[in-house]
């Protein structure tokens, strides 16, 4: 990566990290929410071999527009247009009620781009992740459960994007199964 790319991807971070600054995840540990972010875009590159600049920088931003008072027009300015139209794929309507957003998500998800795909891939395998090991404590096995099945639908119009990212998926989603099954016990 040249050093203006470098530049420009440390300037994503701090953003995001300073929208999310307050926000802390649902989880047990109440771990800091840019922690998510950051795991998402780390995952791309690391395991995804993802290099484009627009789509990491998306991962980073991916919860902005959806959890913090940024718009579209916010990501746009500071980050272009390409960028600002990745996180909008990624992002929920949260005027529409949670059942909604959910079947939409697996609606969506053949219809987007490819970058939008890859981000969306990266948070499902983290989200899985979470709620396998470290899940908000409201959430029962139930729930638990229901959601990882969720994401399989979600997953399933995103395939034939990214093949290493899809068998971490596979793998994390049975791991997560496997957790949750011996939690039952």
Avoid at 49 to 63: C, E, I, N, R, Y
Avoid at 82 to 92: L, M
Wanted: hydrophobic share 35%.
């Amino acid at each position: 990566m040249d050093p203006k790319q470098t530049t420009t991807l440390l300037r994503t971070l701090h953003y995001a990290a300073n929208m999310h600054r307050d926000q802390r995840r649902k989880n047990a540990d109440a771990s800091p929410y840019i922690n998510h972010p950051i795991a998402v875009a780390e995952l791309l590159t690391r395991q995804g071999g993802v290099s484009d600049l627009a789509t990491v920088q998306a991962a980073l931003l991916h919860d902005t527009i959806e959890d913090t008072e940024t718009t579209r027009e916010d990501l746009e300015i500071h980050f272009g247009a390409e960028v600002a139209a990745i996180v909008a794929e990624v992002t929920d309507d949260k005027s529409l009620d949670k059942s909604e957003r959910k079947r939409l998500q697996i609606v969506h998800a053949p219809e987007i781009s490819e970058s939008a795909k890859l981000v969306k891939l990266c948070d499902k395998i983290c989200n899985v992740e979470d709620i396998a090991h470290n899940p908000p404590e409201s959430w029962n096995l139930e729930r638990r459960l229901a959601y990882l099945d969720w994401t399989e639908e979600v997953v399933s119009g995103l395939r034939g994007t990214n093949e290493a990212l899809e068998h971490l998926y596979d793998k994390t989603l049975a791991h997560g199964r496997q957790v949750l099954s011996k939690a039952d016990a």
